[in-house]
């Protein structure tokens, strides 16, 4: 056990106590002790008596997915946070996840395949709901700045698919200074490895990340900000590693088979996961005027890259 800190003063001990959850939690019906003190924390966390675990787990998820949970305040369920908007969905998915086992993936794939998260973005005026906060049609919501750098690598077909590893020492740019630098640079496009899998130095934050609200790794967050700010048009334009993207995206369509046509639809296919319509078709066609060379297809690439729509689920 530890000492309780009278008015949080180390040299002030109170009485001993073995950890344990609040007291407030009833399913909280013993101390935790002994060499399976983790353990039986875990058990506790997931016992029938406990509610909240599932209705936090469930509503995060939902949040993560639909742009909104169905508790708004995914931080905050007690009387101070805000009502849900479907409380029986809320718990009988809390029910289902927890019968379940608590296993994320096929819970996960369970929402995808939901009518309403296929439904449509496209606005639907209902007076009764003006705010869609019942979800008559799908909320449009930005995607995360480690999805859209993720995107970039795709796209240009330098994404690294491998599963695990050591993390990716964070690129150093000219203005990064300060404390406990690192000795060496990571790579630009940090090795083309998934966003996740980027070192993470809380003095040397990546600036593309942070663009787009990444958090700053000082504490847990649970529903991100989501600014539209003039620095991220900007950081799109003219940061290197977006510059380099696009470079290598236009290069590989520049030697790609087929019509200029035919090149542009693959590259909204890869971009927007459409065909581009006939307007668009035509723009993108002017812009490369005629007998394109590599140099115009990087330019149309890192203009796809410009369009809301490849940082948005529409």
Not at 16 to 41: C, I, S, W
Not at 79 to 87: F, N
Not at 266 to 272: D, E, I, K, L, T
């Amino acid at each position: 056990g530890e000492h309780v800190f009278i008015r949080g003063n180390p040299r002030s001990l109170g009485v001993n106590v073995k950890p344990r959850l609040p007291v407030a939690f009833e399913y909280a019906t013993q101390p935790l002790h002994g060499p399976l003190m983790l353990q039986d924390f875990a058990q506790q966390l997931v016992s029938p008596r406990n509610p909240l675990l599932a209705r936090v787990a469930v509503n995060r998820f939902w949040h993560h997915l639909f742009g909104r949970g169905i508790v708004a305040s995914v931080d905050n369920f007690g009387v101070l946070g805000e009502r849900p908007t479907h409380p029986e969905l809320l718990d009988y998915l809390a029910s289902e996840f927890a019968a379940n086992g608590y296993t994320m993936k096929p819970f996960l794939k369970r929402l995808v395949l939901t009518q309403t998260y296929r439904m449509s973005s496209s606005p639907v005026d209902d007076p009764r709901d003006p705010a869609n906060l019942l979800l008559h049609h799908f909320r449009v919501k930005r995607l995360e700045g480690e999805a859209i750098r993720d995107s970039l690598l795709m796209v240009s077909g330098r994404l690294d698919r491998k599963l695990g590893g050591p993390p990716v020492a964070t690129h150093l740019t000219a203005f990064m200074e300060g404390r406990g630098k690192p000795g060496k640079s990571g790579p630009l496009d940090g090795d083309g490895r998934r966003s996740i899998y980027l070192a993470v130095r809380r003095n040397f934050l990546n600036p593309f990340l942070q663009a787009f609200d990444t958090p700053i790794p000082f504490t847990t967050i649970g529903a991100r900000s989501n600014s539209n700010v003039p620095a991220q048009a900007l950081i799109l334009m003219n940061d290197p590693f977006v510059r380099q993207q696009a470079e290598l995206w236009g290069r590989a369509t520049s030697r790609a088979n087929g019509s200029s046509t035919d090149r542009i639809t693959s590259m909204y296919r890869q971009a927007f996961t459409r065909l581009p319509t006939n307007e668009e078709l035509t723009l993108c066609l002017e812009f490369l005027g005629e007998a394109p060379d590599a140099e115009a297809w990087e330019r149309l690439a890192h203009s796809l890259i410009q369009v809301q729509e490849f940082r948005f689920v529409p």
